[in-house]
Nanobody
Framework: QVQLVESGGGLVQAGDSLTLSCAAS????????MGWYRQAPGLEREMVAAIKWPFGSTYYAEFVKGRFLISRSNFKNTVYLRMNSLKPEDTAVYYC?????????????????WGQGTQVTVSS
């Protein structure tokens, strides 16, 4: 079993930055592909960014390219999402996900585990 706990969400203004963290426990984190997803009210959940190991390959959705940065620390069993130049349309609940296959369908993930989500609200 894998537990994922997100933190770092909050209320910010347009143009601000925010860093989300996702701490994993329960299994060998370094074998996972990790992703961040988001879901806004009334919309489907969508992938924001993903990262896999051992080479640290990354993937970004078009709507966050150049603004968001995904990274991970296998030492801390943690994946991060640095969000810059935030826009009101980035408002959503952000979820961390783990694909224990290591990203066999890269860049699509097949998440086996999800975190509980953290709210990000960007005011205009």
């Amino acid at each position: 079993q894998v537990q994922l706990v997100e933190s770092g969400g909050g209320l910010v203004q347009a143009g601000d930055s925010l860093t989300l963290s996702c701490a994993a426990s329960g299994r060998t984190f370094s074998n996972f592909a990790m992703g961040w997803y988001r879901q806004a009210p009334g919309l489907e959940r969508e992938m924001v960014a993903a990262i896999k190991w051992p080479f640290g390959s990354t993937y970004y959705a078009e709507f966050v390219k150049g603004r968001f940065l995904i990274s991970r620390s296998n030492f801390k069993n943690t994946v991060y999402l640095r969000m810059n130049s935030l826009k009101p349309e980035d408002t959503a609940v952000y979820y961390c996900a783990a694909d224990i296959s290591g990203g066999s369908q890269w860049p699509d993930l097949r998440p086996n585990y999800w975190g509980q989500g953290t709210q990000v609200t960007v005011s205009s």
